[in-house]
């Protein structure tokens, strides 16, 4: 069994940065890729970037250039760095784990969520 646990969502102001973090624990050598999707109200649940075991990244035209995706294999955790934040970049943001190979941003493509971290990007 895999166990995704994120952290460090919060409230920001706009132009602002935040970290996310995911810890995996449980069966976690079975996961091969991992990636950041969110969701906010009213609005249809977006994959914003992904990143294989060996560190390929691929992200969502939305956060390109503002969001980086990173892991560290020796902990189980994986980071999203947001910076540049924008009002709409707020949505609850869960971390996803994949055993396929490879980063995708294809929410289809994942085999385990953890339950959320609330991302609020206002003034």
């Known amino acids: 069994q895999v166990q995704l646990m994120e952290t460090g969502g919060g409230l920001v102001q706009p132009g602002g940065s935040l970290r996310l973090s995911c810890v995996v624990s449980?069966?976690?050598?079975?996961?091969?890729?991992m990636g950041w999707d969110r969701q906010a109200p009213g609005k249809e649940r977006e994959l914003v970037a992904g990143?294989?075991?060996?560190?390929?990244?691929r992200y969502a035209d939305s956060v390109k250039g503002r969001f980086t995706i990173s892991r560290d294999n020796a902990k189980n955790t994986i980071y999203l760095q947001m910076n540049s934040l924008k009002p709409e970049d707020t949505a609850v943001y869960y971390c996803?784990?994949?055993?396929?190979?490879?980063?995708?941003?294809?929410?289809?493509?994942?085999?385990?969520w953890g339950q959320g971290t609330q991302v609020t990007v206002s003034s």
């Open positions: 990143i294989s075991r060996a560190g390929s990244t």
């Open positions: 449980g069966s976690s050598a079975s996961i091969q890729g």
């Open positions: 996803a784990g994949t055993q396929r190979l490879g980063a995708t941003t294809e929410a289809s493509d994942y085999d385990y």
